[in-house]
């Protein structure tokens, strides 16, 4: 089931994300963060944008929320959106519809412009987008160092 996240699933989303921080470079972040961290994050997210929950036997097993592109005004029609599932449920059809679920939201709140970022390498990521339409429209070399290693990450967008 989807649903709108709510600050209680902090605890949740945290197991998800802090394994993606110690063991890959799709999050750029190289400290854990908090269940208090987490929570903050989202309150301050759902006050303009959408936060999304995949919910299984009352388990959250993955989650996407759209946040502010860049802080000034003229930016304010262009959301990124950012999704993790839980390492044992990739590849399960569960991202497809998060992130359906979260155009759908979008659309229906005249965003503008959709931008998804991927560390790469990340096939599936990028097969995501690609499946929902997104263009790949930029692409920068080793802009990151994670594990040891220099990353690209490149960026897609979908105008809506």
């Not at 303009?48 to 989650?63: A, F, K, S």
């Not at 080793?142 to 594990?147: D, I, Q, T, Y």
Request: hydrophobic share 45%.
């Amino acid at each position: 089931m989807i649903r709108d996240g709510v600050v209680e699933d902090a605890a949740q989303i945290v197991a998800i994300y802090n394994y993606y921080i110690q063991n890959t470079v799709a999050s750029f972040e190289e400290e854990e963060v908090t269940v208090e961290d987490m929570a903050q994050r989202m309150e301050n997210v759902m006050v303009t944008h959408p936060w999304l929950v995949y919910e299984m036997n009352d388990q959250v097993i993955g989650y996407v929320y759209a946040s502010s592109w860049k802080a000034r005004s003229a930016y304010k029609h262009s959301v990124e959106c950012s999704m993790y599932l839980d390492q044992t449920q990739v590849r399960r059809g569960i991202g497809t519809q998060l992130y359906l679920a979260m155009v759908e939201r979008l659309k229906a709140m005249n965003v503008h412009c959709i931008i998804g970022g991927v560390a790469l390498p990340n096939p599936a990521s990028c097969g995501l987008l690609e499946k929902f339409g997104f263009e790949k429209v930029a692409h920068f070399k080793e802009v990151g160092m994670k594990l040891g290693k220099w990353v690209d990450v490149a960026y897609w967008q979908q105008i809506v």
